[in-house]
Each structure stands twice: as structure tokens, then as C-alpha cells.
């Protein structure tokens, strides 16, 4: 009992402030998600094992967290397997049900169950929690949210442009100055069909993907040390010599690609894609990047991917496009596109860039001081008219020593103080102290809401 | 595969239409939950076994859902324990975690683990879903939400006075007409003690409960069946026998219970915190109701309890005051009170009485019909100057017939289409059409977002 109470390693509380500064985000992203057309879904914390498994690949399922079944969860179980302590086959016939993984594999789940009432294309975005049994490290966590927006059921890239407006939109409404990474998996496949080696597409975009890590020499040994022959390597050359603006960059890639199907049309997407984004600007960097090589084994066309410009992180944003990801639910041949915002890195940024307004402090505008009983009838009626204008409003709940109650507020940080006394009651004002700037105005009762308002607006 | 993927009995997927419908109710109870200067926290989906077993009664333990250890969870098993069969032993082996029960535990150990940093009184609130193994049938679902206000730190009755109005805020707002009942602990204590039967508070208050329902001679019987002697049956009369206005009751009991001294204490809460609710009346109806005698075990003070008036729902909202929640984790003697909003009661309610505003039916505002690569570049320069003015919408993103077009919008319930061919682009306007109406107006470029605004806000 005396022992303080914990949490799972890998799991966060949040606390009033760190709340605000994640609603602030989440806020931001909800509203650019519906302005450009999008709904939210959400689905259960919990997916049937049938769901989840073997969606992730072997490591994936591993970290899968699993909720045992409920009431005797034993009876049912084979003798053989209790006494043989197998884990992976007593777990297969204890547990049904297992935590959602990721947004993307509920996502096609649900596209598919409920497909007889969906419209397509359809748009939608979904914010929630995730969780995996990961090992847990600085900015790895076992619970953590993901903000996913996809339009599944149509083929335009259109919805490529747009989604890289919405990145550029949010993240500029936040005040984070990024780099938007494009490439494209038929590209991809081009260069490894040209260099005569397309079904070693993997290794060398791996190999690729650590250029700018690396450099050529270290690429060239990369791929030799995957058993990638010396001509396709001395094939593979033009690419990592490309340079220049990202219409020089395809220009170039054209020639090279000039004997790939797959690559040309890769390169054909791309262009589009460039041509819809230059009809109004973006304020980001959008660029071309063929190292670029996420999500390898399900995306079949654009890859995107964001980094904050002025700090070494990781992705902050990324996805792709998928030609079937409700085929492993059975409905196959439906073409869709979309971007996962990682929240919890886009809070480590801006909380390194110390980019949260002020305001995210605390979202309480006003406590009023409590004097006690003789007093109370007069506070509370203050305290309501505060509410009534749309101000958020504490009155102190115990006529404690001002002292404290000025710590409190201190403390809260909430940044304004009505002291209505019994003077000040006598003659129909308030005092509002500026817990900041330390500054008391007496301000005529009926006024008080507006004078607070217009310092909150300024 | 050709088999529909599913989801766990007992819960659900949230279609954007009934995210909107659900966002409403919770931005409202959001918005007045910061209005009364409470703030936001969240607590992890998985808490330690530890922190949750013990807290909610054997049934409650039996209805938590665990989670399996990762990793070879068999590794450290006794092997006794496997041979036997043993359900209960191996699942303490085998797990250690579970998913939240709900909100108040989660809290309690909120505040003890994170006391240096809290400053008290802590106004929290916390609106995050919960999971119960329970037996899944209409209006009871195993993942449901529940939105948690509760203040802690503070004797103070204006507490329980801020939760009554807050109440009263959300319910209007919300357009469901309620009734607060109101009762306490300490009154319940009182009328078991003037009866001789103190030890008895539950089987008397289970039993009064029902009068309501079972009618006087009903508790009569009930009292009998529960072991209660005639004696003791006959000093509960005049119990029973109270009626009239809240004032008319509270004089009536103060006679009856002059000689219990926790009676007495009730009485004097309850009038204080009428006093408190005096001073600027609520709309909904206040009643003191002794038959109230939900969470005995845990409440001290006052308890609370909202039905919908027009409805014979259950409880939509209840609560009360405990003086010693965060004892079960050793930190013994603080005060708190707080109350607890059904969210999926609520929404029943809310369905039934057809009360959600027809704009819940979809976010986005407009569609632009998409007319083909030609038009393109114009029709994504109207519905980018649309977004620039905060108007969500969305531009279809292939050229299909108009007739599929129109249809979408329909199905998506978005109330305007934007219709801008190349006719209309070349004499700089645009044809508005009004989906409910069938009311079609031409509109200059220029003037569009601004026409669009007025409809909206008319």
C-alpha cells in the first residue's frame, strides 16, 4: 500500500498541460482533415487475432498485444498443449482478441465489413491510440497515437496533390518548417529492372536508401555485400548520379528509364503529381527522393514521407499509395492513398522548437478569489456572468489565505485574477490582477466581462 | 478470406455520421468542462493488474480484461500450476496487466503517483473509453465511454454546487430535459441509525430504493425478506412517509433524525449546498430522492444521479462525493466529488428524442464536380479560394458522369455542389446547387466563398 502506484513501462499519463499542447495539435490536424473534405471513423481498441495476425509480418505479430478470453479461459484448451507448455499454441487457444497494431489493416477491415454502406470513394480520418509491445526507449513508446487519412475507392492523383497539401497545411498551421520526400514505387521497380535485377528491388533500395548516409563507395559495397553482381551495380550508377531540381531529376530518369514500362509510368505519376501541386504552390520543399523506400511490401505507387527541416529527427509523416489493401480481407482491386501523422514526434519537435503558443498553458482564463461565505452569493454570481460571456472560470472552492490562492493560480497558470472583496463588492467593481505583468486594474462589475475578453483577445 | 472480417462482440465501429453525432455530444460537455475551469488528462488503455484488482467488487475483477504477458509468457510459469489447470493461478502468472475498468481508479492513481506534481485542489476531467468483459446485450457494450469530472483536494460543498450546474449547462445545451436527483451518504447513515440497524445501511437503502417501483408494502416485504425486524421496519415509516418540496422534506427529517448526529451533518450538506444552488436558480428540476443510493461503497457525502424526463432511461449522468478514493493507494484524507457522463446513453437518448442538429449529418459543406483534366486546374483553384475561407470541401477526384457525382454528394449528405464548367469558368461564375432544395443560383468566382458562408450560417 505505501508503495506508489506505476504505470506499464512503455505507457504515458498525460497531464493537464502536456493535454493541451496534444489537443492543440490533434485540433489543428482535425480541422485541416474535415476543410479538405475528410470524416473521422474510429474502431474498437480491440481486433479479432483473425484481424491482426500475419498482417505485420513475423515481428509485427510478436509485438501484438494479446487479451486473454474471459471467464475459463482454460476449459477448452488441449491437454497436450498445457503439458507441453507451448506458448505460441496455448496462446493461439487462450486469446481471441488482440490490441490494434496500427489505423491502416482496422481501416481496410472496416472498409470491407461495412462495404454495402459505404460511398466511394471514401475519406475518411481516424485518431487513436495504438499499441505494441515494443521495447520501450526515448520516443519509442507501448501506447501512442496515430492520425491517419485515407481515400480508398479511386485511382486520381488528386488525391495525392491534396494530401500533400493538407501535410504542407498542418504542419505550416504549426508553425514546423519540413521537407516533403516523394518517390514512387514504380520507380523503384524500374531501376531495379533496368540494372537486369527486378526482383532484387529490395536490397538495392535498401542499399540505395543509405546514400546520403553513406556515400556511392558505401552503397557500391552495400550492394556487393547482397550478392548484387558488379554490372548491375555499374547499371545502377546513372541513378545515384542524379541531381538537380526535381523536373531535371525526371528529365534524366526518362533516358535511363527509356527500356522500363514500370519505370516510365512511375515517372508519368510523378509528373503529374508535380503538375497538380504547381497549380497553386506549396509553402514546403516537396522533392524527389529515390532513396526513399517505406513501406516496401504494400504500397504500389506514391511514397511520401516528411522530416522536420531544422532538426535531425525521423519521419514525422508519411504513407503511400496502395492498389490492394482490402484484397487480404477479401475485396480485392480497390485503389487507395493516404498519410499517418505521427503525434507524439510532432510533439517532440515542437516542444524542442518551443513552438506552442503561450496559451496552451492552461485553457482556465480566470479564477476568482473565494472571501468566504459573506461574500460567496456575490463571487458565484461573478463567477456566472464570466461563464455566461464564454470565459472559462474557477471561482476558489474554500476561502483559504489569498496567499495560496494566488499560488494556486500561479501554479495552474491561469493568467488572471478577479479579487472582488467586500469593498470592492460595496463598490460594484472587481480588481483583475495580470498574473503575469503583476498589473491591477478595478474594473466596474458589469464590465468585467467584456474587459477580460478584450485582454484575452489582445 | 471470402468470410467478412468482424469485429469482438460487444464493440463497435463509429461511421463519420455517428462520430459527428458523438464529437457534438462530447465538444459540448468538453466545452462546459472548461468553462468551470477543469482540465483534461488521460490515463494509459493497459493499468497494472495491481492498480485495478480488489477495487470493484469480485464481480468487477472477473469482468477486467487482461492482457497476456509478451514475449515466452509460459517461461516463469510453476509447473504445478500448468499441470493443474489451474485458471486462476495461471492467469496471475501469465498476465499482468489489464485494460481500464474505468475512469475513477485510473484517477485515484493518477493523483497519488503524481502528487508533487499536482496542485490542489486538482480539477480534472477525463473522457476516454473503458472495457468490461460483460455479457454484451442492448445499450451495453464491452468498450464504451465515459466523460469524468471530478475535483479533489476540496471540502468545500460549492463543489458539488459547480457539478450540479455544470450539469444543468451540458443537459441544456444538449436539449434533453433532466432531473437531478440529489441525496447523501450521510442522510442514508442517519435513517439506518434512527432504526436501530446502522450495520444494516444497505439492506434499508437497497430495499427503499425500490419504493418507487414496488410501491410501500413492496419495502415492507423486501425490508422482511432481508432479515430487517418488524421494529425497525416500523422507525422507517416516516421515512417513507416524506413528501413535498425539497425544503418541505429536509424540515421533515431534521425532527425525525434529531437524534443521529451523521443524519443531522447530511441534512445541514444538503441545505447548504441548496443555498449554493439558490443563489442563481438551474433550469432542470432538483430533487432530493433517499431512494438514491448508488456507490455506497465508495461514497461519503453527497450522491447525484440525472434522468432524462422524457425517457425511461436509466441513469445518463451520476456521481458523489468520497472522502477517501486515493486511500486504496496510500495517500488517506483527501476530499474529492465528481460526476460521470454516459456517453452512449446519452446518444440513445439523443437518437430517440431526435435530438442532434441536421448539420451532424456531414462536415463537409460543398462538393466541386469535377469536369475533367481540362477544367482541373481552375476547379482546384475554386475549391482551394473555398478552403482559404475555412469552407470544408471537397473536389470530386475523377471526372464520372455527373449523375455518380451528384449522387455522392447525396449519399455523403454534403449540402452544396459547386458546379464550374468550362461555360461557367469562361464567364467567371459558378452554378451553386443546393442539395435539399434542388435550388440552383449562378454565382461570380469572387463572390463564392462568401455566398457559400451566408447559406451556411442562414
New interface residues.
Partial sequence: ????????KG??????VE??RR?YIFGIIRKIF????Y??????????L??LLGKYGEEGD??I????N??????G?T?SV??A???SS??RQ????G?RYDLTVPFA??V???RD?I?F?F??YQIQ?V?R?DRPQKGRY??FFQCDVD?IG???L??E??LVRIIDRIFGELGINIVIKINNRKILAGIAEIAGAGERITDITVAIDKLEKIGRDGVRQELAGRGITPEVIARLEPVMDLSGSTEQKLTELRKVMAVSASGLKGIGEMEELAG?LA??PVQAAVELDLSLARGLNYYTGTIIEVKAADLPFGSICGGGRYDDLTG???MPGVSGVGVSFGADRIYDVMMQLSLFPQQTG???QV?VI?FGSGE??AL??VA?EL?KA?????????PVKLKKQF??AD??M?PLVVITGSNEIAAGQATVKNMKTGEQTAVPLPELPLFIKEIKNS
Fill in positions: 500500500m505505501a508503495q506508489k502506484p506505476s504505470i506499464p505507457t504515458r499519463d498525460f497531464s493537464p493535454m493541451l489537443n474535415s476543410l479538405y473534405g470524416l473521422p471513423i474510429e474502431t474498437p481498441a480491440m481486433e479479432n483473425s484481424t510478436r509485438l498485444f494479446r487479451v486473454l474471459s471467464g475459463n479461459f482454460l476449459a484448451v491437454p498445457l503439458s507448455a507451448d506458448t496455448l496462446t487462450i486469446s481471441e482478441k490490441l477491415r472496416y470491407v465489413q461495412h454502406e460511398t470513394p475519406r475518411r491510440p499499441w509491445a507501448r501506447e481515400v479511386s485511382d486520381s488528386l488525391n496533390a491534396e497538380h497549380v497553386e487480404i480481407f477479401g492552461s485553457s482556465t479564477l473565494n460567496l452569493p458565484m454570481k456566472g461563464r464564454g470565459i472559462a472560470t474557477e471561482l476558489y472552492p474554500d499560488a494556486y501554479s495552474c491561469i
